[in-house]
């Protein structure tokens, strides 16, 4: 079945480091992928998207390439800010699959230091 | 920006009563989903719902699960005899076709069952 590996965190940085969070996928087909972010005490927001291969998914500083040939979606941020301190899940979607239910990676914390 | 609003924030209830979740999509989306997040886990899908139906749903969704839209503006989640293990944090979303593009999740629900 379809699933999604995220690197386990939680990651800290300081403030204008570079940023990495890995993610791969398995799906049958070709899936679209997103980044989705939860700040502390909200709900999910979406982050960024992609829906075919070699797409650059990006949104404030953030960007994600898809990868078919990895089966990957790297999350990238050249210089992590204080406020970017969240939990960043990486989803795929099936586009074959009734209704486009959502399937989510464990989630990564990110803490980003002064 | 359009919401989906859902209410309450945060319920607390005693094991083996029901609870009623609610939520209200964005006015003009078509499919609707629960999915939940047990504290410190990943985000996992539930049920999605489309014409007024169920078109999918997970194995965590069982009997005393249902889901119900009763007037065209809510969609309502009832867990029928809550356990201790029902506690976490359900989020309701919307979004105007499938293929998961385009989901506007609402700020969540934390249930707490003791």
């Known amino acids: 079945g379809n699933s999604v590996t995220q690197m386990e965190g939680p990651v800290t940085l300081s403030e204008e480091a570079f940023l990495t969070i890995n993610c791969t996928y398995t799906?049958?087909?070709?899936?679209?992928l997103f980044w989705y972010v939860q700040y502390p005490g909200e709900g999910l927001q979406l982050l960024l998207k992609?829906?075919?291969?070699?797409d650059k998914g990006s949104n404030k500083g953030f960007e994600a390439t898809y990868r078919k040939e990895t089966t990957s979606f790297h999350l990238e941020k050249g210089s992590v800010q204080v406020s970017d301190s969240a939990v960043y899940f990486c989803?795929?979607?099936?586009?074959?699959?009734?209704?486009?239910?959502?399937?989510f990676g464990q989630g990564t914390e990110l803490s980003v230091k002064p | 920006e359009p919401e989906v609003t859902q209410t309450p924030s945060h319920q607390v209830t005693q094991m083996g009563q029901e609870v009623i979740l609610r939520c209200v999509p964005i006015?003009?989306?078509?499919?609707f989903y629960w999915y939940r997040q047990i504290l410190g886990q990943k985000v996992e899908f539930l049920v999605s719902?489309?014409?007024?139906?169920?078109?999918?749903k997970s194995e965590i969704f069982d009997d005393q699960f249902s889901v119900e839209r009763p007037d065209g503006s809510n969609f309502t989640l009832k867990i029928r005899s809550t356990k201790l293990e029902d506690s976490a944090m359900y989020f309701c979303?919307?979004?105007?076709?499938?293929?998961?593009?385009?989901?506007?999740f609402g700020s969540g629900t934390r249930l707490t069952v003791v």
């Open positions: 979303a919307s979004t105007l076709r499938d293929k998961g593009l385009g989901y506007t």
């Open positions: 799906a049958t087909g070709y899936p679209s």
């Open positions: 992609a829906t075919k291969a070699d």
């Open positions: 989803a795929l979607a099936d586009p074959y699959n009734q209704g486009g239910k959502l399937i």
């Open positions: 006015s003009n989306h078509l499919y």
């Open positions: 719902f489309y014409n007024n139906e169920i078109s999918e």
